[in-house]
């Protein structure tokens, strides 16, 4: 394979000085890789060292051509348009002076051979799904999907030799994901791809797993670097197996060393005290046993060593992503029982239109935006009047959740997800919408920062558990696994994947119980391993859960029961399973 990006000896640290990369060498050359790793590994940092955001402390970026990048964070100005987002701007006021009759060479200059660009950036908007929108419309109208669509949209439309995407799903819905596995499918050059979407994973060439500061190769999609590593995975734990056998025979092989030398001492001593050989005799033989009980120590005690280095390089091969099991019998719900009933739903209308307030910053995340877009949603939902008609057939005048019912709310980006949830949660009010709950309820929010960074994990899980004993709840952390010292970080200092262990505990082990849980996207920007562990912890969870997710293979792994749909002006609606 031509390497097309090379990272030689590469090393970063932040200003504070917590080392990101060590060494690191790696190269990527034509067609899809996906970089997948856990949360702190260095995934998005390397894209940024690529891309030429970020300096190496030492080593190398080689790039052969042009890089394009789509990072985590879009960058927004309130006076943007569409047309800046996709970078022809210039071009298209060069081409547009041209039109009106401007001779000069620095408008041809602009243009160069690019006369289609206009032409060219509304067939990449359409292929996108953004056939709505104008060039010249204001950024501040963009949801965080459409923000992320229109600077993808502008990667397709430079062409550049490589490409670079951070986590490009996130906060898309399921029609915007499609349109974006499409285009990734059709793309022919050379495309890193960072991302926790096991559908865009399936369609990547080859998958660049970063873990322990190295990079390894898989040739294939995800799904056969699974299989690769699942096989890698039950290799390394049978020769820990063995390893572990091999150290308790050498340790066994020193006892015996040494109760066979005890025994000979002790002869040795019966023979000198019975005056039966000559003081030389005896002198000797003690001096050509301790030589050889020497050697025998230093034999015995190297073999151990080796045993132990052995075990220790098996159990470094061994991935720390351990399944997190744990027994909720408090979050037990009847089936039939009545959790959750909101009514007046077909009677509001849901206006996720931008306003000021949502785009008063500068620079958004993709998903603050989403957050902003559904914030404004929540103070623009307004009831329908009592003469509203009765709603359409299918759609749900009101939503009842009974037993330990497991619903996905899906939908596209804008509906009012996050509303409603925020809503059933009693952190909004919608006017004309009336929540009953009958169970105590779970949250868990978009943005995982429901921790006090102050406190450790084990003092965020007794705020939420105050009645609860520091024993039951180190007994609780161990079972996500926090166990020993690792319960005592503050929780400011936890990589991406710990706090969201911690977020979990803290949400599940609350007292009283949570029998009702309402999850928020809950799988953006997690890594792999964090997902399977959120999958995991949900089979154990027996109450009703409520998850507004675009992520379908997620959704599947969780046993949801039941699918509605949550459109602008169609309502909540009952859908087939997706």
Known sequence: ??????????????????????????????????????????????????????????????????????????????????????????????????????TGEAAFAVVADDWDVEERARAWL????????????????????????????????????????????????????????????????????????????????????????????????????????????????????AASAEVRRERRDVVQAQVKQARHDRQGRQVAASG????????????????????????????????????????????????????????????????????????????????ESAAASESVTAS?????????????????????????????????????????????NGAGKTTLLRAIAGQATPPGVTVRLRAVVGYLPQRLDVLDGALTVAGNVRAAAPAASINEIRAGLARFLFRGARADQPAGTLSGGERFRAVLAALLLAQPAPQLLLLDEPTNNLDLASVRQLAQALEDYRGAVVVASHDVPFLRSVGISRWLRLDRDAGLTDIDPL
């Open 368 to 412: 603050e935006s989403v957050t902003a877009s559904e914030l404004v949603a929540a103070s623009e939902l307004v009831a329908a009047s009592e003469s509203v008609a009765a709603p359409e057939p299918g759609v749900l005048a009101d939503l009842i959740v009974r037993g330990p019912e497991r619903i996905a709310l899906t939908g596209p």
């Open 126 to 241: 359409d292929r996108l799904g953004l056939g709505p929108l104008g060039l010249d419309d204001r950024v501040e109208r963009l949801s965080g999907g459409e923000t992320i669509l229109v600077a993808l949209a502008a990667l397709f439309l430079r062409r550049p030799d490589m490409m670079l995407l951070d986590e490009p799903t996130n906060n898309l819905d399921l029609d915007a994901r499609r349109r974006l596995y499409d285009a990734v499918a059709a793309w022919t050059g050379v495309m890193v791809i960072v991302s926790h979407d096991r559908e865009l994973l399936g369609r990547v060439d080859q998958v660049a797993d970063l873990s322990g500061g190295d990079v390894r190769m898989y040739g294939g999609n995800l799904a056969a670097y699974e299989e690769l590593l699942a096989g890698e995975q039950a290799a390394a734990r049978r020769a820990v197996t």
């Open 276 to 355: 039966s050989l000559p003081r030389a005799v005896l002198d000797e033989r003690r001096k050509h046993a301790q030589e050889s009980a020497g050697r025998s120590r230093e034999l015995h005690a190297e073999r151990l060593q080796a045993a132990r280095d052995r075990l220790a390089d098996a159990e470094r091969a061994i991935r720390d992503d351990e399944p997190i099991r744990v027994e909720l019998p408090a979050t037990a719900v009847p089936a039939g029982r009545t959790v959750l009933t909101v009514t007046g739903l077909a009677g509001a209308r849901w206006h996720p239109a931008a306003t």
């Open 1 to 102: 394979m031509t390497a097309a990006i090379l990272c030689s000896d590469l090393s970063f640290s932040w200003p504070d000085g917590a080392l990101v990369l060590r060494g690191l060498t790696v190269s990527f050359g034509p067609g899809r890789t996906g970089l997948i790793g856990v949360n702190g590994s260095g995934k998005s940092t390397l894209l940024r060292l690529i891309a030429g955001e970020l300096r190496p402390g030492s080593g190398s970026v080689r790039a052969r051509g042009e890089v394009g990048y789509l990072p985590q964070a879009i960058t927004l100005g309130t006076r943007r348009t569409v047309s800046d987002l996709l970078g022809i701007t210039a071009a298209r006021d060069a081409l547009h002076a041209i039109e009106a009759g401007e």
